[in-house]
């Protein structure tokens, strides 16, 4: 027996040409694809404008591998964390992160991670593989549904800081936001989306090529090689001065300004030297500093540092007029905070 293809590998024009080979009218491949894409249906059932006979054929020729929340937990603060099962029983995780303002998606790109940062638990699963551009959509779709439950309004960002490393699958990466912002998908504006990397220098000057309209944000956490190496082993593979050489390009290219990701550890990053290293690094192309509560995942290495030191940080980045914000976690009581995601669910 064939196996049945995933119906939302095709794009529009294989829909219609389906169509017309089965001596049908190349439309009824348009209305597919609006059930696929814009009204995130599941099942070939749900396709209501269809004949039943067309149904039947579709189900007969297609399958649609969607996702499932497998279960959800809600924090404290309105956090919502979703164990999503994949069409092959492996788990990822999503997150919405709601403030008075507006309501984030936190959303997978990999089943594990392709990188080794110590401090991260999603580092410490095996990566099983990338998610498809469907699987990563069906995310944004499933929170934005959340969204509207619990908190009254549609989804208002989408962050790409979940489970994997997105430039390691930047082309399914690349095909959801596509399906993302497209007017036949969610229509979301890519300004409100940013992708995260731990730094790949050749992926994101690739970025810039392709001229993305999305926002890049870089976890950064140590401007000092050897530090940085410490608790980011892949660092000797990418090391600062390419990253700096592929910001800057990205900078020529888009005149958009980076976000740094960095948290500050005790007796890792908290010295002066560390501190100076990070305004340097600032210097070489606009951006701001984010600097963000750790989230501990229980092997004790790494602590949050003082108030004081955190402080210190603000106090030397503001003085060289390096925009600085201070992000504290939600949903720490759930494991859903940054750097929490291991399937603990």
Not at 73 to 79: H, V
Not at 170 to 179: F, S, T
Not at 199 to 216: Q, S, T, W, Y
Not at 274 to 297: G, H, M, Q, R, T
């Amino acid at each position: 027996m064939n196996k049945k293809k995933d119906i939302r590998s095709l794009s529009k024009e294989q829909l219609r040409e389906f169509f017309v080979s089965n001596n049908d009218k190349a439309f009824r491949g348009n209305q597919v694809y609006e059930w696929l894409w814009s009204k995130a249906a599941h099942s070939f059932d749900d396709m209501t404008n269809l004949s039943k006979i067309t149904r039947k054929m579709l189900d007969e020729n297609f399958v649609i591998n969607h996702i499932e929340v497998d279960s959800m937990q809600r924090s404290n603060d309105g956090t919502i964390k979703n164990a999503i099962k994949l069409h092959d029983g492996l788990i990822v995780e999503s997150v919405l992160i709601p403030t008075e303002t507006r309501t984030t998606a936190c959303v997978s790109s990999q089943v594990g991670c392709s990188l080794d940062c110590k401090f991260c638990a999603t580092a410490q699963l095996k990566r099983m593989r990338n998610l498809n551009a469907d699987e990563i959509y069906d995310q944004v779709v499933a929170i934005d549904k959340q969204s509207k439950i619990y908190h009254n309004h549609k989804l208002s960002n989408i962050v790409f800081m979940g489970m994997g490393e997105p430039l390691m699958n930047y082309n399914n990466v690349l095909k959801a936001i596509d399906k993302i912002t497209s007017p036949e998908g969610l229509g979301m504006a890519a300004r409100r989306i940013t992708v995260s990397t731990s730094g790949v220098p050749k992926m994101i000057k690739k970025m810039a090529d392709d001229e993305v309209r999305f926002n890049l944000a870089v976890s950064l956490h140590s401007a000092i090689d050897s530090v940085r190496s410490s608790i980011m082993p892949f660092n000797t593979r990418f090391p600062l001065n390419d990253l700096k050489d592929s910001l800057e390009y990205w900078y020529a290219k888009t005149k958009r300004k980076i976000t740094y990701e960095y948290v500050v550890w005790n007796g890792i990053n908290d010295r002066k030297e560390d501190i100076d290293a990070l305004v340097s690094f600032c210097k070489y192309v606009p951006c701001k500093v984010n600097l963000i509560e750790y989230n501990p995942i229980d092997d004790g290495q790494f602590q949050q540092a003082s108030e004081r030191t955190l402080n210190n940080y603000i106090s030397n980045l503001e003085m060289n007029d390096i925009i600085v914000n201070v992000r504290r976690s939600r949903g720490k009581d759930i494991d859903a905070a940054c750097g929490q995601l291991a399937n603990k669910s």
